[in-house]
């Protein structure tokens, strides 16, 4: 079984600031974990995925996340906030090959301060 | 590529009726998934397709829910009796193998009224 929880459902930054969103996950086999972005009326976009390798991985619009599994967390980053940032944010889990299935956090809602 | 395509993209029917929904998935994309999500939460799994068949549906499918892709391609999720607890969003996805990397639709929302 997995699951991922989000630490923060509501997360303000001014604009130029450093993003982090937190996500901590749990699985009982390796997990491949994903950020996906929500924009108002849109569908969900991947930003970025870990599967295996490299634990530092770079998404788009400038963010990157690192899988830590002593810390089992996938934080995600971004250097400098930009106004167009604001979107809800979801963390997801899954098995790998055979268990493709997503399980999704909650959502951390991303706010940007001008 | 066109991209998932969902329809209709707002539905409201009143409890009891049956309501239909159409996911069709990016072109040569094997694998197509249905979820559904409330306010406020993450999006839910429900159930998946590699072509044509359905390798795994969640137990929050009740028997009301049925789901169908014949011929591999799009992709219909029937709600029979609707109930006030099935008002969300149902946000549909594909897949090209084993990738790792699903495409989401803009979804429907249903609201039963």
């Known amino acids: 079984a997995q699951s991922v929880t989000q630490l923060g459902s509501h997360v303000s930054v001014s604009e130029g600031a450093l993003v982090l969103l937190r996500c901590n996950y749990s699985s009982s086999v390796p997990p491949y974990l994903f950020w996906y972005v929500q924009y108002p009326n849109q569908g969900l976009q991947l930003l970025l995925k870990?599967?295996?390798?490299?634990?530092l991985v770079k998404g788009i619009n400038g963010f990157e996340a690192e899988f830590k599994k002593s810390e089992t967390s996938f934080h995600l980053t971004k250097p400098s906030a930009h106004m167009s940032d604001a979107a809800e944010y979801f963390c997801?889990?899954?098995?790998?090959?055979?268990?493709?299935?997503?399980?999704f956090g909650t959502g951390t809602r991303l706010t940007i301060i001008p | 590529d066109t991209g998932v395509s969902q329809d209709p993209r707002h539905k409201i029917t009143k409890r009891g009726q049956n309501v239909t929904f159409r996911c069709d998935p990016i072109?040569?994309?094997?694998?197509l998934y249905w979820y559904r999500q409330t306010l406020g939460q993450g999006p839910e799994f429900l159930t998946y397709?590699?072509?044509?068949?359905?390798?795994?549906k969640s137990r929050l499918l009740s028997d009301r829910f049925s789901a169908e892709r014949p011929k591999g391609s799009f992709s219909t999720l029937e709600i029979q009796r609707t109930e006030q607890g099935d008002s969300a969003m149902y946000l549909c996805a594909s897949e090209a193998g084993a990738t790792y990397e699903q495409y989401f639709g803009p979804g429907t929302r249903l609201t039963v009224t």
């Open positions: 072109s040569e994309h094997n694998r």
């Open positions: 997801a889990v899954s098995g790998g090959f055979g268990n493709e299935k997503l399980t």
């Open positions: 397709f590699q072509n044509e068949a359905q390798l795994e």
């Open positions: 870990y599967t295996t390798g490299a634990t």
